[in-house]
């Protein structure tokens, strides 16, 4: 079993940026794919970034590419999501996840094991 304590979020002005961390504890051996969603009010959670554990091979939606920066620490066992450029269509939930068996479809949300507690981000206009 994998635990994830994710931190950052907060408030911003359109324009901004901010850092999201996700530190994983547990069986972290066994982590093969750490993703990013996020849910805003009345939507459904949609894929934001994902890293593999070991290449750190990096997936972006096309909503945050050239915006959001994926990265992981292995000393740490944390990766982060740098964000930005935020505008108001960002705000939303922020939550991390791993997946710790093999598998490719990183952008469905079924795919992974364990979730992070959930991080607001509210971009103001």
């Known amino acids: 079993q994998v635990q994830l304590v994710e931190s950052g979020g907060g408030l911003v002005q359109a324009g901004g940026s901010l850092r999201l961390s996700c530190a994983a504890s547990g069986r972290t051996f066994s982590i093969y794919t750490m993703g990013w969603f996020r849910q805003a009010p009345g939507k459904e959670r949609e894929f934001v970034a994902a890293?593999?554990?070991?290449?750190?091979?990096?997936y972006y939606a096309d909503s945050v590419k050239g915006r959001f920066t994926n990265s992981k620490d292995d000393a740490k066992n944390t990766v982060y999501l740098q964000m930005n450029s935020l505008s108001p269509e960002d705000t939303a939930v922020y939550y991390c996840a791993a997946r710790t068996t093999v598998g490719f479809n990183y952008q469905d949300p079924n795919y992974y094991d364990s979730w992070g507690q959930g991080s607001q981000v509210t971009v103001s206009s």
């Open positions: 890293i593999r554990w070991r290449s750190g091979n990096t």
